[in-house]
Every structure is written in C-alpha cells, then in structure tokens.
C-alpha cells in the first residue's frame, strides 16, 4: 500500500525566504509523484510531477522538487517566496501513473510581508 | 486545455434525499474519471475509479450503493450520493485523465455538501 507524509501541516516563511515543503512516500514499485496546489475556494493545479527521468523536477511558478529514492523524498522547494505562494500544497503518489493518487495531509503555506 | 468542470458548487440537502454531482471534462475526451473525498483539514481520499461504459471500481471502505457512479460518457461522470446523511457532508472532488495508461489527472473544482 502507498502512504505520503507530509511534515508539517503549515510552514511559515518571510517574503523572499526559501520554500520548503517535505513529502516522504513509501510505495512498493516505483512511483510516480506530485505536488498539486489547491489556491482557496478553487481546485487542485498540478505543480510537478517525476515519472521517469532526470530527478530534478522543474514545475510552474517558479517551484522545483528532487526526486531522492534513498530518502523516500519528494521535497517541494522554491528559491524566494512570495505573496501569491500562500496556498495548501498536497504531495501525492501513484503506481504505474493510470491509477487514482494517493494524497498526504497537506501543508498550508504562509507568506509573512 | 484540459479543464474540468463540477456542478453544483455547493449543494445543501435534507438528510434521507439523494443528491447527484455532475463532473464533466470540456475541452477532452476522459478515459478515466476519479472521485475523491476531502475532509476539513485533511486530506483527500480516493473513493472509486471510473472508467467510460465500465462499472466503477471502489476503494475499500466506500459503500458502492450509496455512492452510485456513473460514467456514461467520455466527458461525463456523476456521483450520486443516495439517502444522504449529515456524516455524508463533505467536500467532493473529481479529476479527469485524458486517455489510458497517462498519468496526469486535472482536477475539478469541487462540490461542498451539506446534509441537514
């Protein structure tokens, strides 16, 4: 069974700091991964996603995560911070990509002016 | 592209009715549809895969005969939640891959159900 944790359920940083938000998977196969943003009262938006490939992930707005099979890690990074990252950021796991996701418990990001 | 669309937004309901979700791709053919169930702070959960002319597959611990899912087309799936109960209030969440065997899903916007 595939599980996602997400530590912390909400990270605070400054405008322009570093962004990070960790996600570790356990699957039996290899996954596919991905971060989703979910903006309020809106739908989920897809971030990134590693399948195959290169482990550095590069994604929309700026966000990045590495792939990192000895760790388990699916880290979700992003240089500077800004106003408009201020969202829940959910990583999610799925085997052989056709299958529905499983989510972790999300991470509600805070931008402090 | 790929946008997926959900109706209603929020629905309110009496309990022991039955309330029907419409998901629909617009701009793509959806092999495959998902369910999911999102609890207030926390995450969302898989409820059932839907395949176009298929019967739905359901995760384990989902009641298939009160979630009654239907996937009648290749832009459309509904979720039906039937005699519908206040624990049964949620928000419901559909997503879309656009052809077997992709990995990517688009998600829909949502649906809040409140069961009185």
């Known amino acids: 069974a595939q599980s996602v944790t997400q530590l912390g359920s909400h990270v605070s940083v400054s405008e322009g700091a570093l962004v990070l938000l960790r996600c570790n998977y356990s699957?039996?196969?290899?996954?596919?991964l991905f971060w989703y943003v979910q903006y309020p009262n809106q739908g989920l938006q897809l971030l990134l996603k590693y399948t195959t490939g290169a482990t550095l992930v590069k994604g929309i707005n700026g966000f990045e995560a590495e792939f990192k099979k000895s760790e388990t890690s699916f880290h979700l990074t992003k240089p500077s911070a800004h106003m408009s990252d201020a969202a829940e950021y959910f990583c999610a796991v799925s085997d052989m990509g056709a299958d529905g996701l499983t989510f972790g418990k999300g991470t509600h990001l805070i931008i402090q002016p | 592209g790929a946008v997926v669309s959900q109706h209603p937004s929020r629905v309110i309901c009496k309990s022991g009715t039955s309330v029907k979700i419409e998901c629909r791709s617009l701009d793509f053919q959806a092999t495959t549809m998902f369910w999911y169930r999102q609890f207030p702070k926390k995450s969302l959960m898989l409820m059932a895969t839907s395949n176009e002319g298929s019967k739905a597959t359901y995760e384990q611990g989902v009641e298939k005969d009160k979630f009654l899912i239907n996937h009648a087309s290749l832009t459309l799936s509904t979720l039906t939640v039937t005699s519908a109960h206040p624990e049964d209030s949620s928000f419901y969440i559909c997503?879309?891959?656009?052809?077997?065997?992709?990995?990517?899903?688009?998600f829909g916007p949502g649906t809040r159900l409140t069961v009185l």
């Open positions: 699957s039996s196969v290899p996954p596919y």
């Open positions: 997503s879309a891959s656009k052809a077997s065997g992709t990995d990517t899903q688009y």
